[in-house]
């Protein structure tokens, strides 16, 4: 999960032409949700990844909300968690407990990031 995020954010795929045009945009936030399973075989580490995620978002951990719907102990194989929390936005939620409550925390965060987020 956490090479195919690193993956997504890219330039060359989201320049115009490219898989994923179109998809980061400097006026808006980017919410990225990963529900359930550690990542055991992705390339990378964690601060690679939220590295990528600040690149394509022009340095700004405020234009990024992260949600992990897993395991909220963030045991030591939760390489997706340590990611999520890299970023002042950020919810991590039990998988066992009903998704709506970890999506209704998730759209408080967007709000309190919208309302502080300058776009670049």
Known sequence: MGQALSAAMKP????PG???AGFLRDDA?????FIGGYDYDSKGNPELW??????????DP??????SILNPDCPAPDRICELV?????????DLDLDFG???????????VACAEFIPG
Do not use: I
């Open 12 to 15: 060359e795929m989201n320049a």
């Open 18 to 20: 490219g898989c994923n």
């Open 29 to 33: 936030l980017l919410m990225v949700t």
């Open 50 to 59: 939220a590295d990528r995620v600040l690149e394509a978002k022009g340095g």
């Open 62 to 67: 405020g234009a990024v909300v992260m949600l």
């Open 85 to 93: 929390k890299k970023f002042p936005y950020h919810q991590v939620s």
């Open 101 to 111: 409550e970890a999506f209704a925390t998730a759209t408080d965060l967007v709000e």
